[in-house]
């Protein structure tokens, strides 16, 4: 109940609509229980030619002697039967017709804002999810979830409320209808109702279950697809297309064992409702044999009142239905709000303060940290480190020390297990989140761009800038030369991550993305790989740009940029275990001179 109320707001500021839908439906509920109090007439009158021409009787409220006839609908000059229920009909299906098309409508109207609405609820909650977050689900499941078990709750919530509100307007209006013309029988022949209503409930339950089942099951799959297709190149040069077709043929199987459950499940309630339909019937036929041989009723009024049993077995079945594939949308939607539901744990605190641009240091006191998820092992070991504004601050140590960690703190990305993290003095979880990442220019390990065009790749964290500030920023990081040269120049679009440029176009482009960003603070995570010595150069330029008149943490592999920094911290194992300049390193022939000799090496051997 918390759930279906928690989508129930969604639709509420569209509530208007809703309003004038239920109204539609109800007269679309009217109009079919008017249609059946036409039928006595038909038999009783219209195929009756001897028979009176008196007023034709609609039904009366016992005890307030308040009667509606036909003729009330009628000016007083037409009183032929025929006439009437001729027009009746006609009428009668007009007005069921237009305010079916026009409710429907509204309805959908209703259903599909409010899980535009949901979604983008869904979409921003997830944007702000922390880096834990973004570790513990895959990206194919997260797609999944965002796209299908909403698009399931929509076709729940709009086809639920629709033809929800359809039949049990029409239920009600036969109900009507039935106990008017003879509420003796109605009573007989209702009560098989309480029966169906307890086994739709417990159907419902179950179908919650196994579509949530096979929703995960869809994911899952999901999963898979979003993996081997971003990940196809290395699937071919393994050679594991077999493999990945066997992951996917396995999880396809899983899915369809899922699906078929729920189905077994789904299409059992028609049946067995339709059978007890049957039973009522059958000796609802024998009683009103009876009444019929007595004369306490005419056969026109019991042909209306077994085609109103008839008519209402219809939408009780339907709701029955409705129910069920409600039951399907809860069960996405309740996995929807379970990540709606995840609160981060890297949140702006309720009285952060703004911090203004960064101008004296950045301090890390006694800091350190694990991942959340990973076992105990301290990734960082009490780390202190100041960075004074203007410094460059080259990390070195070997692959796994925790560099890129360290680093990571800065933005926030993660949180510091214990010390803390000052810029300016200040511990950075009292600093509101958007300004502290405004002082903050990342070039990271790997480079991610967006299949977007050059241009607003490099435009990405400062929207409004104007031409001439982009390509000039493409300039300083010597990325213009090699812009110019493509087809489009800065409107080409590089393809997903910039798939459609070299690894070290790549590396300047997100140098120029930093450089627009002009942030006081950079951090930079030189990636190592694929670069020949040309591009190495021109990368290496571009980052000396970059670092211009700014304070850089940058983890560093390059023995120019090295040689460019103020100050170099040794990390080992999580820990700093030397401090100094390169001269003053090299001297100490400790883990640095060793590390220098081992790059040398291979300088001398490349
Ligand atoms: N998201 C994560 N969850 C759990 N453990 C992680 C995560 N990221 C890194 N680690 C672990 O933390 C340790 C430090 O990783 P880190 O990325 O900081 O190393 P690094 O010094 O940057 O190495 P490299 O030079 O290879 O980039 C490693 O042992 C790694 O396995
Ligand atoms: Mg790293």
């Known amino acids: 109940m918390k759930d279906f109320s928690r989508l129930f707001k969604y639709a509420l500021p569209y509530f208007p609509g809703l309003l004038a839908s239920i109204v539609l439906m109800a007269v679309v509920g009217l109009s079919q229980g008017l249609l059946l109090k036409l039928i006595p007439f038909i038999f009783n009158r219209v195929l009756d030619p001897k028979s009176p021409d008196a007023p034709a009787k609609l039904f009366e ?14 000016p007083s000059q037409i009183h032929n039967i025929w006439t009437m229920v001729a027009v009746g009909i006609i009428v009668c299906y007009l007005a069921k017709g237009l305010c079916d098309y026009f409710g429907n409508y509204l309805v959908n109207w209703v259903g599909v804002n409010a899980v535009m609405d949901l979604r983008q609820d869904v979409f921003d909650r997830v944007l702000h999810q922390d880096a834990k977050f973004f570790e513990d689900q895959p990206t194919g499941r997260l797609m999944s979830s965002i796209m299908n078990d909403i698009d399931r709750v929509q076709v729940s919530i709009s086809s639920m409320l629709a033809d929800w509100m359809r039949q049990a307007f029409t239920a009600l209006f036969l109900l009507l209808v039935l106990v ?56 071919k040069s393994f050679g594991a297309e077999d493999f990945e077709s066997k992951r996917f043929r396995l999880a396809a199987q899983r899915l369809k064992t899922g699906t078929l459950r729920y189905v077994a499940h789904q299409s059992i309630a028609s049946p067995v409702i339709e059978f007890f339909g049957a039973l009522t019937i059958v000796g609802l036929l024998w009683l009103g044999r009876q009444q019929v041989k007595h004369t306490t009723m005419t056969a026109g009024d019991f042909t209306e009142f077994v085609l109103a049993l008839l008519f209402l077995y219809e939408p009780i079945k339907r709701l029955t239905n409705i129910h069920n594939i409600f039951q399907q949308g809860l069960g996405a939607a309740m996995r929807v709000f379970g990540y709606m539901d995840n609160h981060p744990d890297v949140v702006d605190k309720p009285n952060a303060e703004r911090l203004a641009r960064f101008s004296k240091s950045i301090r890390f006191s ?20 100041e960075v004074n504004v203007g410094e460059v601050v080259a990390l070195v140590g070997p692959s796994g020390a925790g560099k890129t960690t360290l680093v990571n703190l800065v933005p926030r990305f993660y949180d510091a297990v214990n010390g803390a993290v000052e810029i300016d003095g200040k511990d950075i979880r009292g600093i509101r989140l958007d300004s502290l990442r405004e002082n903050i220019s990342i070039v990271a390990q790997d480079t991610f761009l967006f299949n977007s065009s050059i241009f607003d790749n490099i435009a990405y964290g400062r929207p409004d800038a104007k031409r001439e500030e982009v ?89 120019s940029t090295i040689r460019q920094a103020s100050k170099i911290v040794v990390v080992e194992g999580g820990r700093i275990v030397e401090t100094g300049t390169h001269e003053k390193l090299l001297a100490s022939c400790g883990v640095y001179h060793r590390l220098y000799e081992l790059q040398h090496a291979d300088v001398i051997a490349g």
Not at 368 to 385: H, K, Q
């Open 180 to 235: 008017t013309t003879n509420w003796k029988l109605s009573l007989i022949s209702l009560l098989v109702f309480p029966v169906v209503a307890f086994l739709t409930i417990r159907l419902g339950k179950r179908i919650r279950s196994t579509t949530r089942h096979a929703q995960d099951m869809a994911a899952g799959l999901n999963e898979i697809l979003q993996e081997t297709l971003t990940g196809h190149q290395v699937v």
């Open 471 to 559: 390509i000039s920023a493409a300039r300083t990081a010597l990325a213009e030369e090699f812009i110019e040269r493509l087809p489009d120049g800065y409107d080409t679009v590089i393809g997903e991550r910039g798939l459609k440029l070299s690894g070290g176009q790549r590396q300047r482009l997100a140098i120029a993305r930093a450089l627009l960003k002009n942030a006081p603070i950079l951090i930079l995570d030189e990636a190592t790989s694929h670069l020949d010595t040309e591009s190495e150069r021109l990368v290496q330029d571009a980052l000396t740009a970059l670092m211009q008149k700014r304070t850089v943490l940058v983890i560093a592999h390059r023995l």
């Open 366 to 385: 006694n800091v350190s940290f694990c991942y959340p998820n990973a076992t105990s092992r301290l990734v960082l070991d009490n780390i202190n480190l």
């Open 61 to 74: 409220i016992p005890h307030t002697g308040f009667t509606l006839y036909l003729n009330d609908f009628f």
